[in-house]
């Protein structure tokens, strides 16, 4: 890619630090109101922004979120909505033990969509990112390098653990294990699982050694990794978006924020 595309792709995505503000903000306002409007916001928020992405693959994005949240809302659809252990409910349907309610679908939704707007909004931030941008925002919002490189780090060994998972499985492949059926994969875990804790707990001591060998800790003034583009409202949103969350919260508990509850919102299934 030529440095005119670069700059033409930095050009249209947020500040790193914006990104960690806005995730913060969309985290404490998600479970911080109890009202499903804030999840559905932030869920649409997110897949506009992940077609919107330059760096985003819309497919990669619904996908990693499929993944993850289709599972949990089959879980809390039949735990709560068919097992909601209430006293005072509106059944809609009943058969035994098992009965449809109201208010096991409000809290079923609530969760659901809680769930999946944070796992959306973190999708499309963490397709996007790496390593270096994220150590990039961490540092803008004023941490210590050391934790900001910790923090940015843990993004590297996803792929590394990955890549060692593949490599102990091709190896056992070799060696005649049938590594595609379920019970030999299970049969391997604790070995598997064991030698990758020590193959990263070396990997991150090594780091340790190299970074602090170059004066990493002790140096008081850190560089951005890359450039990014910044502009007044950006820091703007990143100095208001916490004051106007914290509003939202308070008007929310003192009751003046009209917004609807899930059970509201269901009350034409009574």
């Known amino acids: 890619m030529s440095s005119s595309a670069l700059t033409e792709t930095g050009s249209r995505r947020l500040h790193p630090a914006t990104e960690i503000i806005v995730l913060g903000c969309a985290l404490v306002l998600v479970f911080g109101i109890p009202s499903p409007v804030i999840p559905l916001i932030v869920l649409v928020g997110s897949a506009v922004a992940a077609v919107a992405s330059p760096t985003v693959k819309v497919t990669t994005w619904a996908a990693t979120v499929a993944a993850l949240c289709v599972p949990m809302l089959i879980v809390v659809g039949l735990v709560q909505g068919l097992f909601y252990p209430g006293a005072e409910v509106h059944v809609l349907w009943q058969a035994g033990p098992v009965r449809l309610s109201v208010e096991g679908l409000a809290i079923a939704v609530q969760l659901w969509l809680r769930v999946t707007a944070l796992v959306a909004l973190c999708a499309v931030i963490g397709l996007g990112s790496d390593a270096a941008r994220l150590f990039d925002g961490l540092i803008a919002l004023g941490l210590p390098a050391s934790i900001a490189y ?121």
Do not use: K, Y
Not at 160 to 177: E, K
């Open 150 to 270: 910790v923090c940015a780090s843990s993004l590297n060994l996803i792929p590394l653990v990955r890549g060692r998972v593949r490599t102990v499985l091709d190896a056992r492949a070799a060696r005649g294990w049938a590594v595609d059926r379920w019970s030999v994969r299970v049969r391997l875990l604790p070995g598997i699982v064991t030698g990758l804790f020590t193959s990263l707990l070396v990997t991150v001591d090594q780091r340790h050694e190299v970074l602090d060998q170059r004066g990493f800790a002790a140096s008081d003034h850190s560089v951005s990794l890359q450039d990014h583009s910044d502009s007044h409202w950006q820091r703007l949103l990143r100095r208001g978006g916490p004051v106007l969350t914290l509003i939202l919260i308070v008007l929310s508990v003192i009751g003046l924020l009209p917004l609807p509850g899930a059970e509201e919102m269901l009350g034409g299934l009574r």
